[in-house]
């Protein structure tokens, strides 16, 4: 049976700045050595440049990052230094924003007249929107570029909470 | 109070309903409540939504949970939508096979290339009399003419091949 090469990435409230590769592949694998890891944001900058990912591991965790981004993750499944095969996805992790907004919302609880500024409810409405359509650009449209705009929209305004909020 | 699971399925229906009541107060001039509502919610739905998703025992999440209930629209109504079970039901209609089928004129050309068998679902089940044109001018029964398969019927008269003759016309009788 063929070896058809295929990961999947998740990011964990406990653990925001990690996420987890798990490797899915099916089928009976070819003489490998290792994987290479690489992660990329929509401007290039490299959270993981080829990072190894030893066989061994079904799971590993990388600890790259600081906020919400859209990244494209590449495993490359190796033969010594030869690409036996690779597979790239879009991915959009993006529990920062979620756990700043829930933060907004614990605020909330204890002020509930909160709500009632104006200022304060359109800029709440406008990061959530911001969060949804950086959600979309990735599952629906694979833009990688829209996404990662709108989590840079929502990043000034956690930069800046105390104006926005 | 309900659960957060329950919370958050009370809020999906609860926002549903603030929505009509915004649509239907611009719709008559008789405004019912501010239109933030439904935006209010489903701000706070997704949000907390997307946190009991990572973990349902997170830090919080029951309190963010009540905050979200308390500010729902019509929440025992949205509630009794979820909950309810009688709701009403749409019967799905079974087709009946059509019985509106006979006299069924056929020719060779619709027959199995054997030119003595004739497969129709339709007619499966029921009891038929067959007249074939210039054949004898009568009608013809089974087991003698023909006889039934699982799919249809077969001519088993002795050196009978549809081509050589014009219509074949299959009658029902004596069937429900």
């Known amino acids: ?7 999947s990435a998740t990011q964990a409230l406990g653990i925001l700045s990690q996420i987890t ?3 899915i592949s099916t089928g009976t694998p070819p003489t490998l050595t290792t994987r290479k890891v690489t992660v990329a944001m929509a401007d290039g900058t490299l959270l993981a440049d080829a990072e190894d990912w030893p066989l061994a591991d079904t799971t590993k965790a990388f600890d790259i990052l600081s906020r919400s981004v859209a990244v494209n993750i590449t495993v490359q499944w190796m033969n010594g230094t030869t690409v036996v095969d690779q597979k790239t996805i879009l991915y959009c992790f993006d529990l920062y924003d979620y756990i700043f907004a829930y933060s907004l ?20 409405a406008q990061f959530m929107v911001n969060l949804k359509d950086a ?8 833009d990688i570029y829209s996404a990662q705009n709108s989590l840079n929209l929502n990043y000034n305004m956690i930069q800046n909470s105390d104006k926005y909020f | 109070m309900p659960t957060v699971s329950e919370i958050l399925d009370i809020a999906a229906v609860s926002q549903y309903l603030a929505s009509n009541d915004v649509a239907k107060g611009s719709l008559f001039g008789n405004p019912r409540l501010r239109p933030i509502v439904p935006s209010r919610i489903w701000v706070e739905k997704q949000i ?10 997170y830090d919080g999440l029951q309190e963010a949970a009540d905050y979200l209930y308390a500010m729902l629209y019509h929440p025992a109504q949205a509630s009794a939508i979820v909950n309810n079970s009688n709701g009403g039901s749409i019967s799905p209609i079974t087709p ?17 290339i054997d030119g003595v068998t004739y497969n129709n679902p339709n007619i499966v089940g029921d009891n ?17 003419f023909f006889q039934y398969t699982g799919s249809g019927i077969v001519i088993v008269a002795a050196g009978f091949d549809a081509n050589n003759y014009g219509n074949i016309i299959i009658q029902k009788f004596n069937s429900p």
């Open chain 1, 135 to 142: 959600e979309n650009a990735v599952t629906y449209g694979g």
């Open chain 1, 21 to 23: 590769l798990t490797d």
């Open chain 1, 105 to 124: 919302t614990q605020q909330q609880t204890s002020a509930p007249t909160l709500v009632n500024d104006t200022v304060y409810w359109m800029n709440k």
């Open chain 2, 48 to 57: 907390i939504q997307a946190i009991y998703d990572g973990d349902h025992n």
């Open chain 2, 128 to 144: 038929l009399m067959v007249f074939v044109q210039q054949y004898n001018e009568e009608w013809l029964y089974a087991p003698d």
């Open chain 2, 96 to 112: 009946s096979i059509p019985t509106g089928i006979y006299p069924l004129v056929i020719t060779a050309a619709d027959m199995e």
């Open chain 1, 1 to 7: 049976m063929s070896y058809t090469v295929n990961f």
